[in-house]
């Protein structure tokens, strides 16, 4: 773009201005997006003059992949659509698995109650009331087997969210597939197995980070060989911004967690081109439409660069950061619940406009229990409105080349570009970890959110305006059975009297030589499995070998 | 000068989402409330022995996991058993309203749902300090 042009473009863009500030007035409002960051009036070309279309934009399928991982993004394949479900015992997620597939769903998305994810039995005191409340109960395999039973694992792929214990999860999943008679190299799915997120979002650690790396290198190493189309690590920002971060937080933190498994990867010996094209991520989609648009654009662009230049991979596929989105959560309010139709309607317009492959709408009710029936059916309704009836899904990333578009991209890149450094100064992901780095910071957000909400620096609808007099809450609620504690211990108790105990202990003892001897442990978690050895019983082995984390405290 | 109000604010059982906890925790100390975190997967024995050792007049608990049926009525009943009925057992998270009614029916205190504000938790703690500690 010639100097002259941009000189005009600057030179009226200042009389406009005189005129706009002569003949009208502002509203007495902060125009700043959900992350605090300051937005300009109008947007002209020399906000963007420093994109460069072929270095920076690009075409769709073509590295640096801003406008999208595939060539024909939605003209080709719509996204998946990925609802998360799970409550209860195995056999009621069965059936709502078989209910989400009757109607549309493409596959399949296992929520895990919280005594699942962090490796304890449900007889366990610590799972006392918790046992199938926030996700579906699974202690063995057997639970396993009923989860998915009637759904062929050949045709079907299932994303898993589980972090700590993933590896063993992913190990239950080959087996049961191999009942079913399909072999792992058929297997396609995602495991979350993204630890580092916990440690400064999420919460649900077991062990200390070093050996919960090894862990997951584990599993990259064991799927590379024997599962090739299954997804290994799902690195994700949407605890990260649930957890209170902003936009570019987000960003930079999630990426950040990724190239860490890539050196981690890299230091065991793998080849980048024969793991990374198996990474995925996952962001949240919160309420503020551009913002996110330019935070996934940016995404793509950052690690296609940093993985090809920094990092050496020569295969294109190293190169895509593929991704799932999820709405905010944090964004819907419990007064009017209605109204989080609407929000979560625009949330995911905005990760569609972003180019993920797969989605997830919250449901209406979220913010006071887990989804029901009725509520959820309307958050995948939600999806396919967007797919068959809106129309954004003609043109692919259709928001490139916007003088606004394009400048909040490459700042968000900038911003990103400057945490990584900071990151790096720290000493890396794990130092700044337990140096409380990420906690700090997203608490400090999180804490500056609720001030504006509270000041009305930020409004709220339904929460800190137009409020209701009087508001009942007049919705369903999903609410699990009590009895489902003391089935599932019952149904725990049942398995083992009826396993063989002496594979159970030959099983685990394997496992904890294998935790001292540095060998793989996926092929002892798959053993433990097969003898039906609990989850509770494998992670307390390793909680002996590898110990317990201990979080520093910051608020 | 007037005594601080002594607040514990706890996680119980397994849940992680700890954003809530932390963000009335630092509210409550720039309110100029005495703050202990109890950090994450603490067990009821352990929040109330923590609420024991500490000397405080108020335990905020934060449950996000659906676990509050189970969680704030064993919590109280330790906390009768160590004698503690001058301590305030509040709290707040994912607690469908029927539910934050019926435990209140039991002795809990008033229990605060998404959307509410620092300012009307410290009003209601001060106010139930002034009332019922001497």
């Known amino acids: ?555 | 000068m007037e005594k601080k109000i002594r607040v514990l604010v706890g996680k119980a059982g397994l849940d992680g989402h700890d954003r809530g906890a932390k963000v009335i925790a630092s509210a409550l100390r720039d309110a100029g409330f005495e703050v202990i975190y109890s950090g994450l997967h603490q067990t009821p024995e352990m929040i109330v022995e923590a609420a024991l050792q500490e000397d405080v007049d108020v335990i905020g608990l934060s449950i996000l996991s659906g676990a509050h049926m189970t969680l704030f009525p064993k919590i109280k009943k330790l906390m009768e058993e160590k004698g503690m009925n001058d301590v305030l057992l509040t709290g707040g998270g994912i607690i469908p309203p029927d539910d934050a009614k019926a435990l209140e029916e039991q002795g809990t205190g008033k229990l605060f749902g998404p959307g509410s504000e620092s300012g009307e938790i410290i009003a209601y703690i001060k106010d139930w300090v002034a009332k019922n500690r001497s």
């Open chain 1, 1 to 555: 773009m010639n100097n002259g042009y941009l000189d005009k473009v600057i030179a009226q863009k200042k009389q406009w201005r005189e005129a706009k500030q002569q003949k009208t007035r502002d509203r007495d409002a902060k125009f700043v997006t959900v992350s605090s960051e300051p937005i300009k009036d109008l947007y002209t070309p020399d906000d963007s003059q420093d994109v460069d279309f072929f270095e920076d934009i690009g075409f769709p399928g073509e590295f640096p992949y801003t406008r999208g991982i595939h060539h024909n993004m939605y003209r080709g394949r719509l996204w998946t659509m990925r609802q998360f479900a799970g409550f209860g015992m195995a056999k009621d997620t069965n059936e709502r698995f078989k209910y989400l597939l009757e109607h549309g769903q493409d596959g399949l998305s296992v929520a895990f109650d919280l005594p699942t994810l962090m490796g304890v039995d449900s007889d366990d005191p610590k799972s006392e009331g918790e046992v199938g409340t926030c996700g579906v109960a699974i202690d063995s395999l057997a639970d396993m087997e009923v989860l998915f039973e009637g759904i062929p694992l050949d045709k079907i792929s299932t994303s898993m969210t589980i972090n700590s214990p993933a590896a063993i999860l992913l190990a239950f999943y080959i087996c049961v597939a191999e009942k079913q008679g399909v072999p792992q190299e058929k297997l396609r799915g995602t495991l979350q197995n993204d630890i580092l997120k916990e440690y400064t979002a999420q919460k649900e650690f077991i062990f200390p980070p070093e050996p919960s790396m090894r862990i997951i290198v584990d599993s990259v190493e064991y799927c590379t060989k024997h599962v090739p189309m299954w997804n290994t690590i799902s690195i994700s920002g949407y605890h990260i911004r649930e957890a209170g971060s902003t936009a570019v937080q987000e960003l930079a933190f999630t990426l950040a967690d990724g190239f860490a498994y890539v050196e981690a990867c890299i230091e065991r010996g793998l080849d980048i081109d024969e793991f990374a094209p198996r990474f995925s991520h996952f962001f949240n989609s919160h309420i503020d439409f551009f913002e996110e648009i330019a935070k996934f654009r940016a995404a793509r662009r950052i690690y296609a660069k940093r993985m090809r230049y920094k990092y050496g991979a020569k295969n294109e596929k190293s190169w895509k950061l593929r991704f799932h989105t999820q709405t905010a959560g944090c964004s819907l309010t419990g007064q009017q619940p209605e109204n989080n139709i609407i929000r979560t309607a625009f949330e995911a317009m905005a990760g569609v406009l972003g180019g993920t492959q797969s989605l997830h709408t919250n449901s209406l009710d979220e913010t006071w229990a887990l989804p029901s029936e009725y509520a959820a059916k309307i958050a995948l309704r939600t999806q396919q409105i967007i797919a068959y009836e809106t129309g954004v899904v003609n043109t692919i990333d259709p928001f490139a080349g916007s003088y606004f578009m394009e400048s909040l991209t490459n700042k968000m890149e900038q911003e990103a570009e400057e945490y990584f450094e900071r990151i790096d100064a720290l000493g890396g992901v794990i130092p700044a970890i337990e140096k409380g780095f990420f906690q700090r910071d997203i608490a400090k957000a999180a804490r500056k959110y609720q001030d504006e909400i509270e000041a009305k620096d930020r409004l709220i609808v339904g929460v800190n305006s137009h409020k209701e007099k009087d508001e009942k809450l007049d919705i369903p609620i999903l609410r699990i059975d009590e009895k489902v504690t003391k089935e599932q211990i019952d149904s725990l108790n049942k398995m083992k009297t009826g396993r063989n105990q002496v594979s159970v202990d030959e099983s685990l003892n394997q496992l904890r030589e294998a935790a001292r001897d540095g060998s793989n442990l996926m092929p002892r978690f798959i053993e433990c499995a097969k003898a039906y050895a609990t989850i509770g019983e494998m992670i307390d082995v390793l909680k002996v070998e590898f110990g317990v984390y201990k979080e520093p405290i910051i608020f």
